[in-house]
């Protein structure tokens, strides 16, 4: 019987000590212009502020003006236009093993998700009215406006999948859009130049805003291949050698010398000379 | 009933240590994704991010950190900075080489050109962007053209890769005057032409064809005046790999090559290989197999050339990477085998050659100069002693090679390219003994 005791005070300590699934903390807001707002679950909508801790199954919802960009645990970041609603649906992750999954749903608006850990092993997906979006990689833009859902990659293998079909993009720099669930995605198309720049200017700050953090004028930033302000960030555009035909041509002119030219008999010996 | 005592043991302990495990585990499990543990595997600096953001020192120190090898939290991490301050043109640099790396051209051009449109940007930094742009433009082409055009001049001291003077042979004949190691000038003209048709497919399916060409003319050693011209083009296939990071592709090709020396025709080759391409992590590999039918034709200066006829297979893998910042290396290892009508002129050739290309630019000065140091090494082993030179000895020839090249930016696509080249050969055949210094420079044309 004291066992029994014991156990249910134990119980009862866990249940009190274990954090329920909804408040466990999954990111953070790392930039915020106004208005945008989080709704975590069971509690009441309230603005977000840069450092505001993103919540496991939690609604966050900008206006016309709003922006924001959320990191995670596992290095992944969204950036969320104006005008757009997510939920937060799934998050786990270990940071000793990297495992876990992740998933988000994209309602209204358009955001872009930069991957880190979870998407590196395929364990994240955004489902959206028309299409679930796997992310292997990955980077990815996703647009919902009037003639569909938009999915755009920019680096990874993104497989877009719904009730009539699947469709996967393996290219950086191509689109599908999809009408509805039960239309199939379309055929991979390039994406624009144009439509690139509308979605960059869209996904972060206006030139009057700050994200919520001010102070930051200039960054001091190593230059890649400077000598003395060394920088990781290298475009490794690669070295095209020019001496492809002078090595051919040495090689001709070698074998040529050595076994084309010839060699001339010695002069005959007579007798007695 | 010691049993029985074993068994009430166990069940009073389990039924502690049943709730304690749940207890610990929860905790774990709890623990694993609140704020308190992002100290797991994290690093401080990615920690500070997430508890603090608005530590600019500490999250431009991470952003520089994770350039290195996490390209896409550092976009991440550049990309919060924006949002701080969408004005900065070095950011949105930053933002445009990491999605370059990537391969993500169009959002690199985007980047890099939203860049060029900030009020800060300096005179370096939209030179450098202006460069990139350029590239990322040619790759989102569906017809991409790329390459070079040299002119210069040479000076070789050994330009026909003689022996010295009075070198005997043990056959007892006499070798050549004309083909002693003297030393010349020479102009010469070379050009490189890549094209790329890319079918905007998934697979990344391509069409590829290449021409390089060379020509020397020498001012005084006409028997080495050489003219190169060689064709390749073939089909590449992309094979998905399941891995972004992972790319793999195979590539059927036809061979076409064609040689004058001495001003006369010499040499027509035609054949077919097939390459793949691939990489482990940062490393592209290049493994290729070729094989050439090879024509060779007398002329009065190597009257005896047609004996090189035969067919030419060549095994190979080039590879290339980074080593640290602007710093890569790219190699060649290879294994040739020759069949030739004239049996002593069959030969095996094993070869490796290393480049390390380092650009490098001044403070303040967004050209890029290139150091090219290199080195590399044949082994020739011949099938038979030729009665002509040596009837007793089968050649053994080590080929020794180093160089360094420079590439002195002039202005845009110019440059200005240097190379000095030293090739020392060793044979157990003194006829086949030989060195070489050359130093050549003229003006290069990169597109």
Redesign the interface.
Known sequence: MRAYGIMVVLLAMTALTMPPAAAQQVGTATAVNPLSEGTPPGTATAPLTVGARIIHKEHIHTTPTGTVQLAFLDKSTLSIAPNTSIVINDFVYDPNSGKGHMLTTLTQGALRFVGGALSHAGEASIATPAAAVGIRGGTVTIVIDQHGVHIINQFGIITIHNGAGTTVLNRPGFEVTVLSWNTPPGQPERVTLAEIDHLLALLTSKPWEYGGVLGLHTVDIGACGVLGLRSNNCPNTPWVPTDTGLNNANQIITQGTQFGTGTTAPPPRYPGR | MQVELRRAVW??FA??L???A??VL??L??S????S??T???SPL?QG??????D?TNT?QYA??A??D?I??????Y??????????S??RF?LG???????????A???L??ALQMH?ITP??SE?AQD?IE?ADKK?QVDQF?G?V?TGLAYQTN????PGAQTA?A??????S??FSRPDWNW?G???LNYVHDF?N???DTFEASA???D?QEFRLHQ?D?G?L?FRAGPRF?I?T????TSLSIKPYLVA?G?L?ADAP??GGLGGGLTLHTNLGNVALDPYAEIVQQS?R?SS?????S??SGTLSTYGLQA?G?VV??L?W?SRLGFGHASDHYGP?SYDVYAADL?L???????GDGR?W?L?PSAGVSRWLYAAP?P??DPTKTPRTTEWRVGL?LEIPLWRHLVL?T?VQY?A?QSNIP??TMHDLSVSAGP?F?F
């Open positions: 069940r009073r039924g502690v049943a709730p304690i749940l207890l929860s905790t499990l709890a694993a994704q609140t704020p543990d992002f797991g595997n994290f990615y991010l997430l508890s603090r953001p608005s600019l431009l520089a950190a350039s290195a996490d896409e939290s550092a976009i991440g991490t990309e919060q900075l924006l949002f701080y301050n969408p004005t900065l070095r950011v930053e080489v990491l999605y370059f790396r990537l391969g993500s051209y169009e959002m051009r985007s980047y050109q939203s800060d370096d930094l450098r990139l590239i989102l790329t070079y040299q330009p026909g890769a003689g042979l056959s007892g004949r006499t070798f050549n004309n083909f010469f070379a050009f490189g905007e998934q697979n990344g390089v060409g060379y020397a080495f050489v190169v060689e992309g998905p399941g891995d972004p990071k090559t040689a020396l010499y040499y060779f007398n200066f190597y009257p005896l050339a004996g090189l290339s980074p910042s602007s890569s790219q002129y480049w290309p380092w650009n490098f630019s001044f403070p890029v290139t090219i030729d002509n030179i090249g390219g190379l090739r050969d006829a086949f290069t990169k």
